[in-house]
């Protein structure tokens, strides 16, 4: 009796390059085509207990850790965001982008030393092709904050980096951040004194419509990369078009769900618990007959604070990867590396 073998063709990758505080990584990635995401991989959490009895606050926890171990991705609805705030964003941003360039370039980042403004097409991964969006974007400011300051009270090193406008994720990113406190096995007012001063940005991108031929590796309107800061709120409109990379090399795409966020780990929150929580490189795939919205919130710790690696999440067999660093510091390193002004 005779038997024969078959050899299993691997499935054929691609290198990606991702822009780093360090310098350049690359990861494998399948060229097979992006795949929906299911529940496990991007659960929807609700946030109706996030203030409330401890017992319902550690639930919320448990859920979100849970989420943030896995693809550091997850939908939050009941979020408190007036949808009417949403939709009235939602509609300046597409009477801001339907102006003249001209006029738009009055606004432009390169204007600013904040990195406030308007900004042109750009590349954010070597690999991919230009990014085919615009943006606006605007830093936290504290005469805008639901808590109120002492405005000669903040520090000299966080002052430079406060401009912008006003935030009404600012309160959810606050109470978030507790419940990812206790996520990560400190107490929940653990966070509390580095989120005085945030560094927080608001981003509304533009996506125009796009209707060339598909080529699912180069064809994107935000090309592949992780968030710099702790984590980020995001609001997409009923176009769509994020995807994330799963630990296999696999592009996964993360829909719209109706009065939802997308909630993602960024690349601090990721150091201070030691590579537990997972910042998972995404992108927005652009290609759609239709002009698409989305608006990123991202929250940071005071740039000022110098943050170390959580007692929590270290041990004998688990020391320490990263050294202290400033939020401010890391946020520079990063810019340095991965952002030019147009």
Known sequence: MTTTSTKTKSPETYKLELASAYGSVYRDVLKTPPRDCNSSEVPIIDLSGIQGNEQERRALANVVRDASQNTGFFYIKNHGIAREKIEAAFKQGHKFFAQPVEQKDVIAQRHSKFYNGWSRR????????????????FRYDPKYDPQEKNLDAIPPEVQEWLRGEDFACLSLARN????????????????????????????????????????????????????????????????????????????????????????NIGDFLMRLSNDRFQSTVHRVFNHAPEDRISMPFFFGFNFNETCSVLPSCTDEKNPPKYEPISCGNWCAQRFAKTFTKD
């Open 122 to 137: 750009g590349h954010i991964s070597p690999t991919e092709s230009m990014d085919l969006k615009e943006g606006f974007s």
């Open 176 to 263: 978030m951040i507790k419940i990812f406190a206790l996520a990560l096995d400190v107490p929940e007012d653990y966070f509390d004194n580095l989120v005085t001063y945030p560094g927080s940005d608001g981003v509304i991108n533009f996506y125009p419509r796009n209707t060339a031929a598909e080529d699912a590796v180069l064809d994107v309107g935000l090309g592949a990369h992780t968030d710099l800061q702790c984590f980020t709120f995001l609001w997409q409109d009923h176009i769509g078009g994020l995807q994330v990379l799963t630990n296999e090399g696999q592009w996964i795409k993360v829909p719209p769900i109706p009065d939802t966020f997308v909630v």
